[in-house]
């Protein structure tokens, strides 16, 4: 049956079709690591808390046999696993208390189950075909991705984005933006074809996203709804700076909504609007003089190369020139910050290597989704993504910025910074 989000029909496999017992020897190789594992946690905690005593001076924390057995299930299939327990022979209400790390509480799906149950409703699976989709990856019984639980999980997401959506953000301050506006070919059913996305670096150096939201293209109206929408949520200060692609009508909402921002333009995506309008031939070489600007170690060295470049190409490649020029000093801005942050700065990287594997896995998508369904698999997804991100290089920095200590070439102004230090001291 065809619906909004249910697309795919899928045949059920063969009965004993997934015997395999090299994947079973594996699966059994991990429940005994597991369970070594956890023997480890539990003797390290009992290590630790030794010498906590009761008033008979016995031992407070003491092995208590196992909790009941349960299944997780993983990408090898569901592994059984029975957690060590610990009693504690005084129950005082302090914050001591054994919790495995390894196997939370509740824990009945890996994390890599987690993020590929959303991507799979975004390529098209209906909430019927899970447990045979997953079967040779779950076992035959996948018993854990019945239709009731699939929906009560959908249902789940949806609520945790609603909430993620509303939170407040009064304490929260942002440094670094990155936007960009991502397009799925799975549609949403009342034509808003684009996600806008921010992804910011708060002023510890942690990369989190900002906002999901769709629009229609990337219009400033868009951009400038969920701007607000920030603002009214509490982020009152703006980002030092913010890079994206010069296309987006992001820039023109931003500076009507933090007009202290600097902007970035990402080279990344300036490189591919100037080879498009270049003959392949001139490709390898004019991309070769581009990275020479943006690579250069001084501004003055950049606007060398860039001179370079706007000689060898405006006689017979004038549009390609006039691509490079006009967003000029958006391109360079990067040199007033710090040295360490320009890796990061000059391009939305963030926002496109998060969103590689869901433009790949939804693009042969030909139903039309809610946008409820649409944000919230793309919500969960980044929110996956997100747990591997690292912190910015050289974020012991970003305090000097946030300060407004003058860069130069990458570089801090050491007059500035000798001042700053004799008015603390």
Known sequence: MNTKDNVIGINAPAENSFSDPLTALARQGAQRMLAAAMEQEVAEFLEKYKDERTSENRQRFIRNGYL????????????????PRVRDRVLAKDDIKFSSSII????RRSKSIDELLPLLYLRGISTGDFQVTLSPILGENAKNVSPNVIS???????????AWQKRDLSSSRYVYFWADGIYLQARMEDGRDCLLIIIGVTDKG??????????????KDSWQALLRDLKSRGLTKGPKVATGDG?????????EEFPQTRHQRCWVHKTWNILDKLPKSQHGKAKEMIHEIW?????DDALKAFDAFVNKY??????AVECLQKDKEELLTFYDFPAEHWKSMRTSNPIESTFATVRHRTKRSKGCFSRKTILTMVFKLC????VRWIRLYGFARLAEVIRGVKFVDGVADKTQLANDQSVAA
Request: charged share 30%.
């Open 104 to 107: 939370p509480p509740y824990l």
């Open 68 to 83: 009941p057995e349960r299944n997780i299930q993983t990408g090898i299939g569901d592994i059984a696993v029975e957690q």
């Open 383 to 386: 929110q996956s993504a997100q």
């Open 152 to 162: 009560r999980l959908k249902a789940a997401w949806e609520d945790e984005y609603q």
């Open 206 to 219: 942690q990369k989190e996203v900002i906002a999901i939201e769709d629009g229609y293209r990337e219009s």
């Open 247 to 255: 296309a987006l009508g992001f820039w023109a909402a931003l500076r």
């Open 295 to 299: 690579m250069a170690a001084t501004k």
């Open 314 to 319: 405006t006689l017979k490649y004038a549009k």
